[in-house]
T-cell receptor, first 109, second 113 residues
Framework: RKEVEQDPGPFNVPEGATVAFNCTYS??????FFWYRQDCRKEPKLLMS???SGNEDGRFTAQLNRASQYISLLIRDSKLSDSATYLC??????????FGTGTRLTVIP | GAGVSQTPSNKVTEKGKYVELRCDPI?????LYWYRQSLGQGPEFLIY????????DSGLPNDRFFAVRPEGSVSTLKIQRTERGDSAVYLC???????????FGSGTQLSVL
């Protein structure tokens, strides 16, 4: 079983739409959770950390459900510049970051 | 620049050859990671250095892969007897400490013909 499983996508949404991505993780001892963004042929960059109480950064909201081992990312009022691959990342153990396969988002004018 | 630098950006080699991929982390970052990313997949952990020592090499796929960081800064990932299946983007990342945010380099695209 993979450490991190994500919606495969792709998601094609119109500008202004709200879109949600989901992710599950297998190791209940996982300690930290993140969403990374990766543009085509570029390196991953940290979008936001995910906290137990849920957290928001502008149009982006991240949620964590430890009981269900589930993480989500909500993007409101989608912009063309949001088009990218969104990687769910889980930290397990001292140093290991496990990445999901990523969910590709395309925002259409 | 002040970011993580990886060289070369592209490397084409023939099956069976030896390659070295270099990573210059952000100055002062003690933690350094190597990942491998195949098309359509997320980055896959290979090895983690804390200072000069490999603290976790559990992600190295086999003994053809080896990495060093002799002075606790620059790291080199070495692949012997390359195979076509080694073709991927090799990403390096560094962080100030293991608990801090990771900064990735732009990667080395390795193509084994």
């Amino acid at each position: 079983r993979k450490e991190v499983e994500q919606d495969p996508g792709p998601f094609n949404v119109p500008e202004g739409a709200t879109v949600a991505f989901n992710c599950t993780y297998s190791n209940s001892a996982s300690q930290s959770f993140f969403w990374y963004r990766q543009d085509c042929r570029k390196e991953p960059k940290l979008l936001m950390s995910v906290y137990s109480s849920g957290n928001e950064d502008g149009r982006f909201t991240a949620q964590l459900n430890r009981a269900s081992q589930y993480i989500s990312l909500l993007i409101r009022d989608s912009k063309l510049s949001d088009s990218a691959t969104y990687l769910c990342v889980v930290k397990t153990g001292a140093n290991n970051l496990f990445f999901g396969t990523g969910t590709r988002l395309t925002v259409i004018p | 620049g002040a970011g993580v630098s990886q060289t070369p950006s592209n490397k084409v080699t023939e099956k069976g050859k030896y390659v070295e991929l270099r990573c210059d982390p952000i100055s002062g970052h003690t933690a350094l990671y190597w990942y491998r990313q195949s098309l359509g997949q997320g980055p896959e952990f290979l090895i983690y250095f804390q200072g000069t020592g490999a603290a976790d090499d559990s992600g190295l796929p086999n003994d053809r892969f080896f990495a060093v960081r002799p002075e606790g800064s620059v790291s080199t990932l070495k692949i012997q007897r390359t195979e076509r299946g080694d073709s991927a983007v090799y990403l390096c990342a560094s962080s100030l400490t293991p608990d801090e945010k990771l900064f990735f380099g732009s990667g080395t695209q390795l193509s084994v013909l």
